[in-house]
């Protein structure tokens, strides 16, 4: 068994936990059952945080060393992080159409500010496919990595500098403004999700490592191995 | 529609997410080979 279908294996059985915390922790006296939404929607947009801090890391890592080991990373976690904060927008909106009685307010200064760095990051995963060079890519993609991730902060920050619809953070290293069981349960999933971000981590890095070997591969044989075109071939 | 069905799909959803693009990687991972 390789090391990616190991910690695969740890995170459903992590997962597995999350969900059974998050269906049996008290519901909320006003809102209901749709509080359980928070448990996947606070450890996804943690880890969509967490992604893009990695992505910029790997990419400033990329621009000082050039080692394609960084430009993995920074792709493997960006692509991650742009599916985790997919995942913390659709579920916001839900337990806010819910609990706020609309969905989306762009009003609002923190779903203003995530919905520009979903697209933000969307647009880096597009950069990425429109260069086929993977040195040009690289150094690309890193640029930008480096300058987007300046919107982790003001996404993190946007509840406390701009006091609109959104509240504030209810786990903070000051105190947890929640009951505990509801605390436990939001806690148990982030440790679930990050352990699946990890695992799905490691999968992409090994896939991107792969699909370079094929690419190198198929480089090296140039046209030897190329099949013919139907309308090159005579006797048919 | 009842609040407990919007709160199951919403986690099914989510979930199929996850698992959909885990299954993503594994089967380009195939195609890739070893």
Known sequence: MTRVKVLLAIASVAMAVGLWFA?????????????????????????AFLAFGLTALGSAMWLIRKQSRWDRLAQASAELGVMFTAIGLFTGMVWGQAVWGRAWDWGDARLATTAVMFFVYLGYLALRGATLDPTVR????????????????????????FRTLHQTQ?????????????????LVNVVAFTILYA???LARIDLAKAEERVAAESALAGDAVKPPR???VKDV | MSDQLIVVGTFVISYGVMFGYATYLHLRRRRAGN
């Open chain 1, 199 to 201: 695992a799905l981590m």
């Open chain 1, 23 to 47: 269906l049996t922790a008290p519901a909320d006296t006003l809102q209901g059952d749709f509080t359980r939404i928070i448990n996947i929607h606070a450890p996804s947009m943690w880890l």
């Open chain 1, 230 to 232: 139907l309308s090159e």
């Open chain 1, 170 to 186: 209810s786990i903070r290293l000051d105190g947890i403004t929640m009951p505990r069981e509801m605390s436990i349960a939001i």
């Open chain 1, 138 to 161: 690289a150094q690309r993609s890193a640029i930008l990595g480096v300058i987007a991730v300046v919107q982790v902060p003001l996404v993190y920050f946007s509840v406390n500098l």
